[in-house]
């Protein structure tokens, strides 16, 4: 589904960075891996080339076999649209949209009737446990409660795959957990491809695969095991 070939980017500027430094990696349908590393590796420079929010210098990226490489906005945010679903560390909810109107709003940018996103946000958001909370502002939610509307949002419109930048970054162990539990879930019964990006080894280890990466390069690729000490990838 995902495959990289010696992706270079460097930050232009009056020093420029060189972050990546020959990425080269396959993620397949279906797969729920974690890329891992410290703060700085180009983690979340990484996710946001995989997600079309930024492009490359050097080397191939293929989406299903399609060559995402200077794509043109209005092309790009179409891949976006229908492809994938975003999760981030801060949530990223607008402010002064309530639950509902904040999970709704993919669908606004496909053009679906007002009374139908609405109610099929209702239906996400009770999907989620968050039914009694569709009709307040995010500043009334927990943190938990937040993720919970964002992973609702990321997935209303049935993406591929799902790109979380650091989901549990805020949170707390407890709720960490939850969040991790629930992507599990959608990865398991409904096949979503997921690609978590993280710097934590207790999140990345939730995960069936772990990407290491280190100053722009890939290191070792760890296929974690399950409670039975099966592998989870065949
Ligand atoms: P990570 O997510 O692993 O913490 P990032 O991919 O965010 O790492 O950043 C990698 C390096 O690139 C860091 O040194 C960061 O300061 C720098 N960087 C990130 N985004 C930009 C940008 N838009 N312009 C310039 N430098 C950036
Ligand atoms: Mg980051």
Redesign the pocket.
Same mark, same amino acid.
């Given at each position: 589904m995902i495959h990289l070939d010696g992706i270079h980017k460097t930050?232009? *500027?009056a020093q420029p960075?060189h972050?990546?430094k020959g990425i080269s990696l396959d993620i397949k349908k279906g797969e729920f891996v974690s890329i891992m *590393?410290? !703060? *700085? !590796? *180009?983690? !979340?420079?990484?996710?946001?080339i995989l997600g079309i929010l930024?492009n490359y210098d050097e080397g191939e990226y293929l989406l299903n076999g399609v060559l995402m490489k200077n794509l043109s906005e209005t092309k790009a945010a179409d891949y976006r649209n229908r492809m994938i679903g975003f999760i981030f560390q801060s949530f990223n909810l607008i402010p002064f949209k309530n639950a509902m109107e904040n999970v709704a709003l993919p669908l606004y940018y496909q053009g679906v009737s007002r009374r139908k996103r609405n109610a099929l946000a209702l239906e996400y958001l009770e999907r989620l446990g968050l039914k009694e909370w569709a009709h307040h502002l995010p500043s009334e939610l927990s943190g938990g409660q937040k993720q919970r509307v964002a992973i609702a949002r990321a997935i209303i419109t049935h993406p591929q795959i799902i790109l979380a930048?650091?989901p549990t970054g805020a949170l707390d162990s407890k709720t960490s957990e939850e969040v991790m539990q629930l992507l599990r879930d959608l990865n398991e019964k409904e096949g979503m491809t997921i690609v978590v990006?993280t710097?934590e080894s207790g999140v990345a280890y939730r995960t069936h695969k772990v990407i290491h990466?280190k100053d722009?390069i890939i290191g070792k690729i760890e296929e974690n095991k399950t409670m039975e000490g099966q592998p989870y990838l065949k």
């Open positions: 930050y232009q *500027g960075l972050v990546l *590393g410290a !703060s *700085g !590796s *180009g983690k !979340s420079t990484l996710l946001n930024d930048d650091e990006v710097h990466i722009g």
